[in-house]
C-alpha cells in the first residue's frame, strides 16, 4: 500500500529540513517569500543539489492544456517539490494545494515550509503520495 520513499529523496528532505532550520536561525522570521526563496536556492548551489525555481507545469483537463496553470516554489532534484510560506496565520488549504501539485507532477515528496514563525521546527510540514 505505501511505498518507501527512495534513500535520494529521504537524503534531499534532510538536507531541505537542514538548509530551512539555518536560514532561519540566521535570517529569522518576518522577511519575504522571495528572500528566503533565493537564499534557499544559494545553500542548496552550495550543497550541490540541483533544483528549478517557480517551475510552470501544463495542467491537462480532457484535451484542455492550461501552459501556465501551475508554478511550483522550487522543485529539487526532479524529486521533491517545495512550497515556501512566510506567513503569520497557517492554512490548511496549503496543504491542499501541495498535494494538489504531487498528484498532477507525479512526484511523491512535498515540503511545505512557512518561516513566519518563532521555531523552524514548527513550521515545516511534510507529504508523502
Same mark, same amino acid.
Given at each position: 500500500?505505501?511505498?518507501?520513499?527512495?534513500?535520494?529523496?529521504?537524503?534531499?528532505?534532510?538536507?531541505?529540513?537542514?538548509?530551512? !532550520?539555518?536560514?532561519?536561525? /540566521? =535570517?529569522?522570521?518576518?522577511?519575504?517569500?522571495? #528572500?528566503?526563496?533565493?537564499v534557499?536556492?544559494? &545553500?542548496?548551489?552550495?550543497?550541490?543539489?540541483?533544483?528549478?525555481r517557480?517551475?510552470?507545469v501544463?495542467?491537462?483537463?480532457?484535451?484542455?492544456? !492550461?501552459?501556465?496553470?501551475? /508554478? =511550483?516554489?522550487?522543485?529539487?532534484?526532479?524529486? #521533491?517539490i517545495?512550497?515556501?510560506?512566510?506567513? &503569520?496565520n497557517?492554512?490548511?488549504?496549503?496543504?491542499?494545494?501541495?498535494?494538489?501539485?504531487?498528484?498532477?507532477?507525479?512526484?511523491?515528496?512535498?515540503?511545505?515550509?512557512?518561516?513566519?514563525?518563532p521555531?523552524?521546527?514548527?513550521?515545516?510540514?511534510?507529504?508523502?503520495?
Amino acid at each position: 500500500m505505501y511505498q518507501r520513499l527512495s534513500e535520494r529523496e529521504e537524503y534531499l528532505a534532510t538536507q531541505i529540513v537542514d538548509i530551512a !532550520i539555518t536560514i532561519h536561525k /540566521r =535570517l529569522g522570521p518576518g522577511l519575504l517569500e522571495t #528572500v528566503y526563496e533565493k537564499v534557499f536556492c544559494y &545553500e542548496l548551489s552550495k550543497r550541490n543539489i540541483s533544483y528549478v525555481r517557480q517551475r510552470q507545469v501544463p495542467i491537462i483537463y480532457d484535451e484542455l492544456i !492550461i501552459d501556465d496553470g501551475l /508554478r =511550483l516554489d522550487l522543485l529539487v532534484e526532479d524529486l #521533491v517539490i517545495m512550497e515556501l510560506k512566510a506567513q &503569520e496565520n497557517y492554512h490548511p488549504v496549503w496543504e491542499a494545494q501541495l498535494l494538489s501539485y504531487l498528484k498532477l507532477t507525479k512526484k511523491r515528496l512535498g515540503l511545505l515550509l512557512n518561516f513566519h514563525v518563532p521555531l523552524m521546527k514548527d513550521g515545516i510540514k511534510r507529504l508523502i503520495l
